[in-house]
């Protein structure tokens, strides 16, 4: 094989990559942004419907990989099953914590503060557990991270309002009330929170053990827990009702051919959500194995502004200068973590050295 066919050949496969990692970082933000889009409007019309909407995700997503694997007829798991189940009850209690916590007085922006929180928990679990030991600019950012997100908690603690869709039917004060309830749904994404991060860390000995197959950990993170969502069905029904007595609208996609097909309202946003949500999963995980952890981290990391961003403007969320100077600290916070900055330079001069 000729020199100028291998050069050829590698400049092809480079292209493609290049191609590939830029599909997959417009699809993490459309499909994540977009994600977060449903999300709200789901919860603004029915707070309670938390367990309908993980319920449908972790079902499309089973359903989807359950076609891919028998389509490649690739049956026999790498890591075996028993090694699921920690990380398996794991993800379940988080993912039905997550979204339940709208119940509970939480905004939606509030709640995208809150769980950009994991580096404080992993940092914690990563110094208890594995005994890890952090540089200062690590512990400086972890520290900027929790005092945004406790000023961001205490004005929005300051200014609660109910978010359920029935009325109080008890004499106590509704104000009170609106405020412990507010307190379980804070706790709830703490719990969460901590949990999470630990998972982290126990699918990360996983990986280490039987190497990486974020594939088929997705499949079966999603299929294992299905049955556990028959403890809380009564609840799933119950806001699946609520959701096909919602106002009906036409499908924008169908009504543009000329034909009007009409459905449920917050059936359409609950379909959104799942499709986009899967589309957000697999675009980081293409991401991952296309990209370098810290462009990953960049993008996700710039996602979850732009979401806020879009949240606060869009749908008009109350966000005082307290909030803009928490979610600063959040942010800059997160970027001294993941040493985007020192990278990106360093990328910069090994380029320039280079071309020189």
Known sequence: MSLITKLHKCSTRSLKMNI????AVICVFVGCCSNVVFLEYLVKEDPGSGNLITFSQFLFIALEGLVHTIATRSFSPKI???????????FFVTSVANNFAFDFNIPMPLHMIFRAGSLIANMIMGILILKKKYIFSKYLSVFMITVGIVLCTIVSGSNVKSTSVTKPTDTLDVGYSDFFIWILGIGLLSI???????????????YKKFGKHPQEALFFTHLIP???FLFIYKNIWEHFSLATESEHMALPIISTVGLKVEIPQMLFYLMCNVITQYLCIRSVYILTTECASLTVTLVVTLRKFVSLLFSIL???NPFTIYHWTGTGLVFFGTIIFTEVIPRITEQMKLRKHKKE
């Open 20 to 23: 590939k990692a830029l599909t």
């Open 314 to 316: 869009y749908f008009k």
């Open 226 to 228: 299905l049955p556990g």
């Open 192 to 206: 969460a929170l901590f949990i999470s991060a630990y998972m982290g860390i126990c699918q990360e000995t996983l």
């Open 80 to 90: 075996p099953l028993r090694n699921y189940s920690l990380l398996v009850l794991m």
